[in-house]
C-alpha cells in the first residue's frame, strides 16, 4: 500500500523534471521532443494531478508559463506591465465541444495559432518604448532594437479619427517568418557560412536573440498582433473591436481571423483550416478560439498559466511518406550513440526533411523499419524530425535490416552499455574518441560554459582532426603556432592565422577568469549541471576540497544528492580528468572561489522568494545577490519559506505568502536584509 502512494509522487516528479527540462529548451535552447511528445508529456501530468489533486503544488509545470529568461541571457530582463499568459490545448472536437458549452458567448473570434515566438511592445503616447520577450509571462528579454527592424512594427502610431492615440498601450503578438521566405533566408545564411535554420519558428526565435541589428534585417521578420495588455485611453468593448483599433494605428493584425455567433461556426471553422494549413502565410498548427466580450473575458478570468476564455485547438502533426536511404549513427559528448535516418528528402510543413532521429536501436526495432523502406515522417514545423514506422505495403523484398555497430563509429572501440539495462548503447572511449572529444570541446565554448567565442562544432572538430589537442586539458595553453596546424584558423592565401585564430587566443585568456561553478560544468561530468554545480562551489569553495569530499559529505549538500556525488566521485577517480584539472589550473583556469570578494553570508540557511519585478535587480541578478549571501533563492512558496520579496505586478505568490503569514518585505527591506541580515528587520 506504501509504496502505491509513493509511485504517483514519483511520477509526478519525474514528468515535472521532464517538462521543465525540455520547455527550457524549447524556449531557450535547441528542442530535443517535437511538439506532440511534449503536449503528450503535459497531458500525463495534468491526467496524474486531476487522479491525485494533492499533487498540484503552486509550482506544478501545469501552472507555469513559457520559461524564465536563460540565465546566460545576455538581453537586459524587464517586468511586463500585465501577466502573459498561456494556452490550454484541446485536441479534438468532442474537447472543443465541451469548452465550448462551459464558455458559452454571444461571439467567438476564430484566430490561427502562428508558430513563431511572443512579444510584447509598450506604446506610450503614440511611440515605441519597448520590446520585450514573452520569458516565464512575468519577465521577459528587452530586445527593443531588434523589434524596430521587424516588418511591420510601427516606431509611432498612426492618428485615427475613429481612435484616439491612448497614453499606454501595451500589445502582444507573434514573431514570424512568413513562409515564402524562409527558403531565401536559409540561402543567405548558407552563405555566410551558417547551418540552415531548421525551421521557420527556429530561426524567427533566434533571429529576435541576435545582438547585430543589421542581421536581424536581413531574417525578413514579421509580426502580427493577437491581444492587448495594459492600457490607458482606451477601453474596447470587444477583442473585434480592439484588433480594428490597432490596425488603424497601423499595427498588424491577421487577415484570417473571423468573428463566428456559435459554437457550430467555431467547429466549421477548426475543419476548414484543417483542410487549408497551408494557405496560411506563416507556420500555424491549430486554432485559437476567444470569447470576443471584454467584460465577459474578465468574468471567465484566467488559472494561473491561461485564460478561460481562450483555447487552442491543435492539429495533428502533419505526416509524409519518403524513403529511408540509410541509418547511421552519431556519437555525442557523453559517448551515446545514436542512430539517425537518411533519408530520400521531402518538404514536410513547411521544410525540406533528409534526416531524422531514431533515438537508440531499442527504437528501430520496436518501429520495425528497414533500409530501404518507405517510412512515415512526422514533423508539423517542429525541430526534431522522427521516423513514426515503415509503409509496409510498399516493401519490394530489397529492404535490409538495420544492424546497430558493434564498434564506435568515430574510433573503432567496443561499443557497450554503461549499466546492465540501458537502452542507450556508449563509447567507453571517453578521453580520445574524436567525436566525443569535440561534442565536449563545444560545449565547453558554449554560453553556458565558458563562453569562448570562435569555437564553434567544425572549429572544434578541426582542432582534434588535426591533431592539435589530444584532450580538452591543452585547451587554455593552445599556442599559435598550435593553430597554424589547423585548416579553419588559417588564411588559405598565405598561411596565417586569420582573424578567428587571433580571436579565439584572446578569447581562451578571458574565459579563464570565470565562476568556479562554470569550470565544474565545463568538464562534463555526468549529471553535474549549472544547479549541482552551484551547490558543490558554494559549499566548498575549490574545486580541491569538493574534489576531497567523500560521497556522503557531497550528497548531504542542498541540490546534489547520492546520484550526482557518486558521479562527480568517479569521475575525479580517472588520471586523465585529474590532468585535465592540473592542466587548467596550470594555465590559471579558475578553481577556487575569491572568498575575499565574496559578500557577507548575511542570508546563510534562508529560504527567499521573489516575485514581481524590481528595480534595482534583474532577475539573474536578485538570484546571484541570494545565492552569494548563502541563501536559497527559491521559486515556489511554501511554509518553509523565510521571506518573500514583492515588486511591481507581483501575482499569486504574494497572497499565497500572506495566506501563509509567512515574512513578505518590499525591495527597501530586501536590500537591508541582504546587507545586514534578518537583524536589520527586527
Not at 524530425?385 to 516493401?395: D, F, M, N, S, Y
Not at 537502452?423 to 566525443?436: G, K, L, M, T, V
Not at 572544434?460 to 589530444?470: G, K, M
Not at 545565492?627 to 523565510?642: C, I, N, P, Y
Amino acid at each position: 500500500m506504501t509504496e502505491h502512494r509513493n509511485d504517483p509522487h514519483q511520477q509526478w516528479q519525474q514528468l515535472a523534471a521532464d517538462i521543465r527540462h525540455h520547455r527550457e529548451l524549447y524556449y531557450n535552447g535547441t528542442p530535443e521532443l517535437s511538439d506532440q511528445a511534449f503536449d503528450e508529456l503535459f497531458l500525463k501530468l495534468q491526467r496524474l494531478e486531476q487522479e491525485y489533486p494533492e499533487l498540484r503544488t503552486p509550482d506544478s509545470p501545469t501552472r507555469e508559463v513559457g520559461a524564465p529568461v536563460s540565465e546566460q541571457s545576455s538581453f537586459a530582463n524587464v517586468a511586463h506591465l500585465e501577466r502573459m499568459l498561456s494556452l490550454d490545448n484541446v485536441f479534438s472536437e468532442d474537447e472543443m465541444r465541451d469548452w465550448l458549452q462551459r464558455t458559452e458567448a454571444p461571439a467567438y473570434l476564430c484566430e490561427l495559432k502562428i508558430d513563431g515566438l511572443s512579444l510584447d511592445l509598450v506604446y506610450r503616447n503614440g511611440v515605441l518604448e519597448r520590446a520585450a520577450t514573452r520569458g516565464d509571462g512575468r519577465v521577459g528579454e528587452d530586445v527593443t532594437e531588434n523589434a524596430k527592424v521587424i516588418e511591420g512594427i510601427p516606431h509611432e502610431l498612426q492618428a485615427s479619427d475613429d481612435y484616439p492615440i491612448p497614453a499606454l498601450l501595451e500589445v502582444r503578438g507573434e514573431v514570424f517568418i512568413a513562409v515564402e521566405d524562409f527558403g531565401l533566408v536559409n540561402e543567405q545564411r548558407q552563405l555566410e557560412g551558417g547551418k540552415p535554420f531548421a525551421n521557420p519558428r527556429n530561426a524567427a526565435a533566434g533571429s529576435l536573440r541576435q545582438h547585430d541589428v543589421a542581421s536581424v534585417r536581413k531574417r525578413k521578420l514579421r509580426m502580427i498582433c493577437h491581444g492587448i495588455g495594459a492600457r490607458e485611453g482606451f477601453q474596447p468593448e470587444s477583442q473585434h473591436q480592439a484588433y480594428e483599433a490597432l490596425a488603424a494605428w497601423g499595427l498588424p493584425v491577421s487577415p484570417y481571423t473571423k468573428q463566428v455567433t456559435s459554437a457550430d461556426a467555431v467547429l466549421k471553422q477548426v475543419r476548414y483550416w484543417a483542410k487549408h494549413r497551408g494557405d496560411a502565410s506563416h507556420e500555424m498548427d491549430g486554432l485559437v478560439v476567444k470569447v470576443d466580450d471584454f467584460a465577459l473575458q474578465r468574468q471567465l478570468g484566467a488559472t494561473s498559466r491561461a485564460p478561460r476564455w481562450a483555447i487552442a485547438y491543435k492539429y495533428p502533426p502533419e505526416e509524409a511518406v519518403t524513403k529511408l536511404n540509410d541509418i547511421q549513427c552519431g556519437v555525442g559528448r557523453t559517448g551515446r550513440v545514436t542512430p539517425f535516418a537518411i533519408l530520400e528528402p521531402v518538404f514536410v510543413s513547411g521544410s525540406t526533411v533528409s534526416m531524422a532521429t531514431l533515438h537508440n536501436q531499442t527504437e528501430v526495432k520496436r518501429k520495425g523499419v528497414l533500409i530501404g523502406d518507405h517510412v512515415v515522417v512526422r514533423k508539423a514545423g517542429e525541430i526534431i524530425p522522427e521516423v513514426l514506422g515503415p509503409v509496409v505495403e510498399q516493401r519490394t523484398g530489397n529492404e535490409r535490416e538495420f544492424v546497430f555497430p558493434e564498434h564506435c563509429p568515430s574510433c573503432g572501440t567496443t561499443l557497450a552499455p554503461q549499466k546492465q539495462g540501458d537502452a542507450d548503447w556508449r563509447c567507453p572511449n571517453r578521453r580520445s574518441c574524436p567525436a566525443q572529444l569535440s561534442a565536449r570541446l563545444t560545449y565547453i565554448a558554449s554560453r553556458a560554459v565558458f563562453d569562448i567565442e570562435a569555437l564553434g562544432e567544425k572549429a572544434a572538430e578541426d582542432l582534434v582532426a588535426s591533431q592539435v589537442l589530444e584532450d580538452e586539458g591543452g585547451l587554455f595553453s593552445l599556442s599559435r603556432e598550435d593553430l597554424l596546424k589547423t585548416k579553419i584558423y588559417v588564411r588559405a592565401r598565405d598561411g596565417k592565422l586569420n582573424q578567428s585564430g587571433e580571436k579565439l587566443l584572446r578569447n581562451l585568456q578571458v574565459a579563464k577568469k570565470t565562476d568556479l561553478w562554470r569550470v565544474i560544468v565545463a568538464l562534463s561530468i555526468r549529471h553535474v549541471g549549472p544547479t549541482a554545480a552551484r551547490a558543490i562551489a558554494g559549499k566548498y569553495h575549490s574545486l580541491e576540497a569538493a574534489q576531497a569530499a567523500s560521497v556522503e559529505e557531497l550528497a548531504s549538500v542542498e541540490g546534489v544528492g547520492t546520484v550526482i556525488a557518486q558521479s562527480f566521485h568517479e569521475w575525479f577517480e580517472q588520471d586523465w580528468h585529474r590532468e585535465i584539472v592540473r592542466q587548467w589550473a596550470a594555465d590559471g583556469v579558475t578553481m577556487e572561489s575569491n572568498l575575499e570578494a565574496l559578500p557577507e553570508q548575511t542570508l546563510e540557511g534562508l529560504s527567499i522568494v521573489v516575485t514581481g519585478g524590481l528595480e534595482g535587480f534583474t532577475r539573474d541578478s536578485v538570484k546571484e545577490a541570494i545565492l552569494a549571501r548563502g541563501g536559497k533563492a527559491a521559486s515556489s512558496v511554501s511554509k518553509k519559506t523565510d521571506y518573500v520579496v514583492v515588486g511591481a505586478n507581483a501575482g499569486s505568490k504574494e497572497q499565497k505568502a500572506r495566506d501563509l503569514g509567512l515574512n513578505i518585505l518590499d525591495e527597501q527591506a530586501f536590500v537591508r536584509l541582504l546587507e545586514q541580515g534578518p537583524a536589520a528587520l527586527s
